[in-house]
């Protein structure tokens, strides 16, 4: 799994998850809020940048984080108590498979993980295991289908298809925030609500242009050149026009995206 | 321009146009409020659909409602006498070149509008000569850009790119809520400030599944059928399978289009 990884393991990579998880900390996240001594379960949690959230959002909550990804962990683990967040029980777990007895939480949280995995409707199923009854699942996940932009050219267009086709050549599925419903009635959840979280930016909301645009969804592009070219998708001429023309957007333009939040519960 | 409007003129286009306004309503117009006394020009008013909302939510304010076509004028009236919302003032003009004094109006207000105009632009500077100082245009237009679903089917963004496409042909933009920022700034408005209003419908919110999936946006691809086949952009059974696509996420899939909602004002 390590090494079909869409978004790769190296610093660079996780600078930019920090910057993304900032930016979009408040659209994302400012309505999960796990009350005190309450058993959460993270599944994927990379390398923190969620749970550093998830712990600083609600301090008093026993949170447990799994990743199938040592190095991620260990990061993770770095990260949690550099931010003096070290009550964060880490475990190295495959979410298909978890070490947990049934009913073991009480909430569930997964956040960029469904993307990756060429079978989510299974771990959302075990995932829905290890939850007990009454217990709600949150997840949170992007749609790169929902990308566009002013001005658009099909050369910025062919860039992000690119990161769209990787994904789904390493067996997942970066048009999944549009599936997030089917998935959690599918899995049997109850009460299943999804809500989209747009992000928007233009010249008069230059934070969103740099915090997102620039820093997270471009920057995220451009972390998959080299796999993209070598993969034959684009030449790389091609890539710098994709990528200069998206950027080109900044400033003058407008920037379109959105992510999806599903809650769903499982019966009682 | 009669000719070439893309949704044209008859009964069922109308009907269609009334359930897209209640559907709607909320979403779109909750924000919109203009002080009793206050003089508002609706540009572009059609057959009122947004003109007996607006007079309905704002009952003090003057209501001037102009459209280029007298069929539609000629309904317009007769709506809101129906609905008992008759004191707003109709009358024929080209908002290109309004009959009014410079300063006339106190707010000017577009729905859907701009999307049919080959130079908005003009249209714009036009909209901001007859507005007095320190008034405020508020512009609200679609993207048909913005629209996905799941499932998704090349069959079904083909229908929806005849619709795109006919737009164009008849010299307007079906992506232009997109550009509404760049278009209002480049007409010299200040405080430029838009906002997505999105749309998003799954099984668990079928009054949206029908109101705008249904009755909304496949109504309206479907209102160009004969269109697009006559121009040769798609056959009859290309054109039954892509419609056949889009209803078959009703109920089980998800549907996602973004309105935008701009507002500006002129300098004092």
Redesign the interface.
């Known amino acids: 799994m390590n090494r079909t990884y869409v978004h790769g393991y190296d610093a660079v990579e996780s600078g930019r998850l920090d910057d993304q998880a900032r930016t979009l900390e408040e659209l994302l996240h400012h309505d999960t809020l796990y009350p005190a001594a309450s058993r959460v379960l993270e599944a994927g949690c990379g390398t923190g940048a969620q749970t550093a959230i998830l712990a600083r959002r609600s301090p008093g909550a026993r949170i447990t984080a799994v990743d199938i990804a040592a190095p991620s962990l260990a990061e993770a683990r770095q990260r949690l108590e550099r931010l003096g967040l070290g009550r964060v029980h880490f475990a190295q777990a495959d979410c298909a498979g978890l070490p947990y007895a049934d009913s073991r939480f009480d909430h569930v949280f997964v956040c960029f993980m469904l993307e990756h995995l060429a079978r989510p409707e299974n771990v959302l199923r075990e995932l829905k295991r290890v939850l007990k009854p009454g217990g709600s699942l949150t997840a949170i996940e992007g749609?790169h289908?929902?990308f566009?932009?002013?001005p658009?050219t099909p050369a910025a267009l062919k860039v992000v298809r690119c990161l769209i086709d990787l994904q789904a050549a390493a067996g997942g599925d970066a048009?999944i925030g549009?599936?997030l419903?089917?998935l959690l009635?599918q899995a049997r959840f109850h009460e299943?609500?999804?809500?989209?979280r747009?992000v928007?930016a233009?010249?008069?909301r230059p934070e969103w242009e740099q915090g997102f645009s620039r820093h997270t969804f471009i920057a995220m592009v451009a972390g998959v050149e080299q796999d993209a070219i070598a993969q034959g998708m684009i030449d790389a001429a091609a890539w710098r026009q994709g990528i200069s023309d998206l950027e080109a957007t900044i400033g003058?333009?407008?920037f379109?995206y959105?992510f999806f939040k599903a809650v769903g519960r499982k019966a009682d």
């Open positions: 749609d289908g929902s566009y932009c002013y658009q048009l549009r599936r419903y089917p009635t299943v609500q999804v809500a989209p747009v928007y233009d010249p008069g003058r333009g407008t379109h959105t």
